[in-house]
């Protein structure tokens, strides 16, 4: 499956932004999709992740309660709602796929997207 993040731009800390990960191949719907996201000088970091019929999904601690991530099997894309956006959220933001479960460590992860810049602002 090939992966193209997209939705990322700058936005004041508080504010919201909705990143899309549009994913080819038919296969879509039984892939595990993941976000992560790397600040410079930082590891990857585990962001969220959804099983293939949407009922099962992780956050990173850092972003629960203001992150909330879905996805559209008839759109072959899943969503990354980002909302209370701090300055620490700034990143580049990376979908990922994989098959089997769910996971949170991003380097189980298979595919990748190419990323999408979030700056937040103070």
């Known amino acids: 499956v090939q992966l193209q993040a997209s939705g990322g731009g700058l936005v004041q800390a508080g504010g919201s932004l909705r990143l899309s990960c549009a994913a080819s191949g038919r296969t879509f719907s039984s892939y595990v999709m993941g976000w992560s996201r790397q600040a410079p000088g930082k590891e990857r970091e585990f962001v969220a992740a959804i099983d293939w019929s949407s009922s099962l999904t992780y956050y990173g601690d850092s972003v629960k309660g203001r992150f909330t991530i879905s996805r559209d099997s008839a759109k072959n894309t899943v969503y990354l709602r980002m909302n209370s956006l701090k300055p620490e959220d700034t990143a580049v933001y990376y979908c990922?796929?994989?098959?089997?479960?769910?996971?949170?460590?991003?380097?189980?992860?298979?595919?990748w997207g190419q990323g999408t810049l979030v700056t937040v602002s103070s």
């Open positions: 990922a796929a994989r098959t089997g479960y769910v996971v949170r460590r991003p380097d189980e992860y298979d595919n």
